[in-house]
Every structure is written in C-alpha cells, then in structure tokens.
C-alpha cells in the first residue's frame, strides 16, 4: 500500500489527507458548539481562523517536540526537518503548539481563551482520530507483535524483551502464539515493516483513533451540555487524553522517551492529569469567588 495518491505531476499524501477533513470537519463541528456561541463566539469567521492559527500552531509545535527528541536523526540532514508528510509529529508537542496559538490568538482578538480552548478541545479529539488513519497510511506507530505475552506489554519492558527473543532459537520462538488475531502486517520500506517484518502487530493507531472518538462522544454530548465554567471543559479533555495515551503507549514500541528511562507519553500524561486536577479546582473557585462578590 502506497502512502500517497500519485497524480504523475504531483503526490498527494494520505496523511496531508487526513489533516485536511480533519481541519473542516472541526470547522464544522465548532459551528454547532451552542455554549461556544452563548459565550460570544458567534460568527464563522472567527472560528476559520482560529482553526487555521491552532493548525498550524500545532504543527509547528507537534514538529519541534519530535525534532528535539530525533535530533541525531536529522544532524546530518537538516532539510529533512521539513518533510512532515513522512511522519515524525508528536501530538503533546501539537497540544503544547495548539495552546500557545490559541493564547496569541485570543490576545490578538481579545477573547476569552478558555472559552476558544473549550470549543476545540472536541474537534481535536477528532482530527486526532482522523490523524491516526494517516499513521496507518504511513506504517507508523509501532505496534508490539500480537504475539508478545500482556504481562510483557503492561509491564513495559518490550525492548528487552525483544531481543531477548530475537536470540532465542526457532523452536523456543515457536512457543509463542499470536494472542490477538487482529494484528496487522505492515509492508517493507514503512516504519513498522521494516522493524517488524513480516509479523503482525498490534494496531496501535487504531486503538488510539477509536478511543478518540469516545473521548470526542462523552466530550460534545455528556460533559459539553453541563455548561461547566470556560476553561472546565479543556481540562477535562487533558484528563481523558492523558489516560487514552497513556493506555496505548503499552502497545507502542517507538515512543519517544527520556534518558531511555521513561516513555515521553507517561510522564507528560501525568503531568497533564496534575495540570488538570489544578485547573478544574481553579476554575471553579474563580466561580465561587465571583458569587460570594456579588
């Protein structure tokens, strides 16, 4: 499979695809966000531009964090550093983006930041979700063979663990059964098919982008209608997102880390739920401290 639509003149790459739906389909989901309009985002206009700014805000963000971790990989090619459509973006890195566009944004426009971040935190969900299929496309996001005992995955040691058995002899390799009939082989000259050839792995992606559009259906359905304080609802979206990453990160073989210690995605999630433990706690006293004022 081909990670791009090839024209001949041009190479239309799936994942630039996905971004595209993903930037008109949150347009679109933003349009019907009523307590976005209740509390003053009312015309199309301002909710195109702030997608457009948070998009590529985000890119950029989601670019850099990966760059800063990979640095050794794109010493010696600088150039590289630009080809975006062959993957290597990192969504905290897009979050962290996001957010920093969305304040300059709301300075600029002397709105109310946390009513913006509250209108896209459910769109991202989704562009999120649509993003993983452009992952698929590109044969990234490692997955862990499906045949890898769970306690392995769970306890997070796969790396030793592989190679542990990579030096095992064909019949003690034998032993272990494939776990998880879903599993999905990806081609050489992918990232995941050059790791892993020919063995099926655990489709990380698809985990992620479905747990996204739960995450998405509990955010615009269940917690958007109880017309929280602005800034609630984003919090809220950084709880969920820290424990969706977190839960997939045990599938994922190629996540960014520190030192080689610990899995970028798990120290930054805990860093978010704490974030948002503080943040729901201050909005709602910033509430509570207007009332008794009154």
Request: glycine share 10%.
């Amino acid at each position: 499979m081909k990670a791009y639509i090839d024209l001949g003149f041009i190479k239309i790459h799936y994942y630039s695809i996905m971004y595209i739906i993903a930037f008109f389909l949150g347009i679109f989901i933003a349009g019907r966000d009523i307590v976005a309009k209740e509390r003053g985002v009312k015309d199309k206009k301002t909710i195109e531009d702030f997608a457009f700014w948070v998009m590529i805000s985000g890119l950029i963000g989601a670019r850099v964090y990966y760059v800063l971790f990979k640095l050794s990989m794109y010493k010696d090619n600088p150039l590289s550093v630009f080809a975006v459509w062959e993957g290597g973006l990192a969504i905290h890195g897009g979050i962290i983006g996001a957010f920093i566009g969305a304040c300059i944004f709301a300075k600029r426009k002397k709105m109310n930041l946390w009513v913006l971040t509250d209108m896209g935190v459910g769109p991202l969900l989704i562009g999120q979700a649509i993003g993983r299929i452009g992952n698929y496309a590109n044969g990234e996001i490692e997955g862990v063979p499906t045949f890898t005992p769970w306690k392995v995955i769970l306890n997070g040691n796969f790396e030793q663990w592989w190679a542990q058995y990579q030096s095992m002899s064909m019949e003690m390799q034998s032993k272990f059964k494939e776990l998880v009939p879903w599993g999905i082989v990806f081609p050489s000259g992918t990232s995941a098919g050059d790791s892993f050839p020919n063995f099926p792995l655990h489709p990380a992606m698809f985990y992620e982008s479905i747990l996204n559009v739960i995450g998405f259906l509990l955010l615009w359905f269940y917690f958007r209608k109880k017309r929280y304080n602005p800034g609630v609802l984003s919090m809220i979206y950084l709880i969920m997102y820290a424990l969706i990453r977190s839960f997939v990160s045990f599938f994922r073989v190629e996540d960014l880390s520190f030192f080689g210690i610990i899995r970028a995605p798990h120290l930054i999630s805990i860093i978010m739920l704490i974030l948002a433990v503080i943040g729901i706690k201050y909005f709602n006293k910033d509430n509570t401290k207007k009332d008794s004022s009154k």
